[in-house]
């Protein structure tokens, strides 16, 4: 497929274009304005789905700004919003060859220079099964992290027996 670049009132436009990568299927648009040269910054909006999947998928919208130097490109610090509701987690166990269930919702913000972001998501899963094992509950937590790593803390909501789980990531 072709990616098409288009040019009009003063804004360089990246139009609704699909991509499709083995099962994951993304929408993509973009705009740079061009009111104020010294400052500029790429917004994009995209969404990822999966082939056969019936579900929202993952929205971004994200703000990058950038300039023009004498030594080339330099980025400013990147503005992403991701949101996920409700994606089933069994086309996702099919591709990591393991049997998953439940639904995963996430909202959150990536953020910060490019060569260091910062995380910052809600996440929950209902009813997670993994391997025969479900659980008939539903899971909220954070993950949170930087260049040096990341934390996810987990709890389950309503449950009979009340549990936690934590994990960090280097």
Not at 41 to 50: E, R, Y
Not at 103 to 106: G, I, R, T, V
């Given at each position: 497929k072709k990616a098409e670049i288009a040019c009009q009132n003063q804004?360089?436009?990246?139009?609704?274009?699909?991509?499709?990568?083995?099962?994951?299927?993304s929408l993509l648009e973009g705009v740079i304005p061009l009111n104020n040269t010294r400052k500029l910054?790429?917004?994009?909006?995209?969404?990822?789905?999966?082939k056969g999947v019936n579900s929202q998928g993952f929205d971004v919208s994200a703000k990058l700004?950038?300039?023009?130097?004498?030594?080339?490109l330099i980025?400013?610090?990147?503005?992403?919003?991701?949101?996920?509701?409700?994606?089933?987690?069994?086309p996702i166990g099919s591709y990591l060859g393991t049997s998953l269930s439940g639904?995963?919702?996430?909202k959150g913000q990536i953020s910060g220079p490019i060569s260091s972001l910062n995380t910052k998501f809600s996440i929950g899963i209902i009813n997670p099964q993994?391997?025969?094992v479900r659980l008939q509950e539903e899971w909220r937590g954070d993950l949170k992290g930087d260049s040096s790593g990341a934390d996810l803390k987990m709890s389950s909501i309503g449950a009979s027996v009340p549990s936690t789980f934590s994990a960090s990531f280097n």
């Open positions: 804004q360089i436009l990246l139009p609704r274009s699909k991509w499709e990568y083995g099962p994951l299927i910054h790429l917004d994009v909006n995209a969404s990822l789905g999966m700004p950038f300039e023009f130097s004498n030594d080339g980025l400013g610090d990147l503005l992403a919003n991701l949101n996920l509701d409700s994606f089933p987690l069994t639904m995963l919702s996430a993994m391997i025969g």
